[in-house]
């Protein structure tokens, strides 16, 4: 033994994990991915839920186009297509159902702006007159395109409450 005492080794600390526990600064990011990661998915199922409620609707048109082209009753696809835009101006402005003429023809670009729907307005005469030629195939692409752009998600704001009796 030395004179003033046994010898002392350092202090030694245990190992320090680099991983464990993290800095709160990394538990409130995991907390922000995990929260981001809930939203994308929920918008996402929110989507493809939109995405099957526009098919189904347009599955009627798929059906009216396919009995023409087996019998050719155009006049048949006219009152299909015709009803398939009355219902679908229903959901989104349920007062449209009354409107005829010009008024109807109104209320059909205000639903989809974008969309020219002299076709779509016409439609609903040619249900009643056998003599009115129709071409079924732009009627049918006049149709979709316009229910697809009235079915557009409409935004947060002043559109939310006309639509929210449409399913999302």
Request: aromatic fraction near 8%.
């Amino acid at each position: 033994m030395p004179e003033n005492g046994p010898a002392l080794r350092d202090i030694h600390v245990p190992p320090v994990s680099p991983w464990w526990p993290w800095a709160p600064g990394w538990w409130v990011l995991l907390v922000l991915v995990v929260i981001a990661l809930v939203v994308l998915v929920i918008v996402w199922r929110r989507r493809i839920t939109w995405r099957r409620y526009v098919d189904a609707t347009l599955a009627d048109l798929r059906d009216a186009r396919e009995r023409h082209a087996r019998d050719g009753d155009a006049i048949a696809f006219a009152a299909k297509a015709s009803e398939l835009v009355r219902r679908v101006a229903r959901t989104r402005e349920p007062q449209s159902v009354a409107l005829s003429g010009e008024a109807w023809r109104a209320a059909l670009a205000r639903m989809a702006p974008t969309q020219n729907v002299s076709l779509l307005a016409t439609l609903d005469d040619a249900k009643y007159r056998r003599d009115m030629p129709i071409d079924v195939d732009a009627a049918a692409r006049e149709v979709e395109a316009w229910v697809r752009a009235a079915l557009r998600r409409p935004s947060r704001g002043a559109n939310a409450r006309r639509a929210s009796h449409v399913p999302a």
